[in-house]
């Protein structure tokens, strides 16, 4: 139930509500989750008893009642989340925005990375105007504009180079740090990244990968993270790593959890796993966030954004 | 055959070559499709025979030689098609190039349609610096740069509105077209939406959807081209359809074919349809071609493309 946005209760029409089906009930009501209970086999019925309004009749073998239960689940799925966005509500219409993007190998052929299309998007929703450059060409892309951009983005890898390259003062952060926003865990990650400063030996570190993809995340998040943190720490750690749905929900053993973006995950199941950290006591960052912070770049890649999203630290 | 980038021609390795394998190769052979032969059931043999560099000896169960046939078919058909480049080509490194990009309900959500990614990623591979906006801010875009675009890219259906908004001269062009020259029909498409002007009562007009997903691609390609030919010619014209996979091996029946952009068919597939009605003397043209010349805006939109590209019209 801690990835799940909508609970659809499938019953037996014949054997109706059972103690189960009220068990489940009761968890799904405790936890405010949207639900729907769709009666099933309705077809066997000849009549057909009163029934709640959050219930319907239906049939998988007539069809019956099937059109009517999609609509419900995705009226529900709307209202689950109020929609956020990525950098749109920081923008006025017809400000510049700088995306400074690095092509290199690990870019999709021919095409954008994901987070750079949204974010392009959410540019456009607002009326503003991006424009885009590989770090190369960021000297180029400066003198092409009359005005300063509003604000300049770029990857987490080149973000010291990219801060160099700009004049003093240039509002600037990172992809990570939008998509950190945008899933509604900036304050707690950016906070818990500043554990990375304070780590004892001894201390055990949990690394999570959201997806299980590992020939990609490998690299990444079960060395590339650990003999970062090893370097920047300068201490004698332990590691632990988990994948895909697998998580603690005892973090206890844990001085600091950095999880990824958690793009696989939905957004109620990484909500979930943030609780399970912060009821804990146990810090928890992101990937994004702890490169950005071992580059010394967090604190300046967190200024374009209000005070309140930074309360926590 | 004519959709067939590699040909791996499978034999039975007990049964040897047979009539109909022949018969195969041969056709392969005479429209110069590259091959390989994979001589299967290669674990039953005791003894094998010399067999042509052409050939190679695999075993479905027991796997050998299936990793040297990969590699083999991918080195085969990376040797098919010289890269086109969109808009590459055109650039040089610090060029701006403004993408006029109307976001509508039928852009997907949070994200770019797919020929504008692939269009923003050729320009940032040429060094250059794509920037976007939607038709509304076009005039806060022009007045962000210090100096004018080199080329604005806009879509068919925003064309006349975008050119009326640019100051006379500023070269324009549009998705549709840079697509088609992409897929290397550009000339044969140009010169095919002449024909439009020429129709005469009674004319026959195919019009062809390479994708069969219906419920997007019948309202243009059944009921808005229809409706905005007829009304460009003035004529008494019929239609026929077409969806997918099926294309008409005799095209003679007809005065003009109109396809759609082809982005669900591979470039040979597309290619020979194109040298079908080129030998039967029939005018092939594409929708975004279609548009651009109804809307008058063909000619204006070619312009920012060398007299070779141009040369049939």
Redesign the interface.
Known sequence: LDKTDVAVLVLDAQAGEMADDRALLRLVQARGIPYVIAINKADLLKNRPEIAPHALWVSALTGEGIDVLKKRIARLGQSVDAPRQLVADLLS??D?VLLV?P?DAS?PK???I?PQ??T??????A????????P??LP??L?????PPRLVITDSQVFSKVFQMLPAGQPLTSFSILFARFKGNLAQTAAGAQTLDTLKDGDTVLISEGCTHHRQCDDIGTVKLPRLIKKHTGKELAFAFTSGGEFPDDLSAYALVVHCGGCMLNDREMMHRMNLAASAGVPITNYGITIAHMNGILRHALRPFGESEQQTF
């Open positions: 219409p017809g510049k993007t092509i870019a021919g095409r954008l994901l299309q949204q392009i998007r959410d540019i456009l929703d009326g503003a105007i991006p424009l885009l450059c590989r190369e060409e180029i892309a003198k092409a504009l009359h005005a």
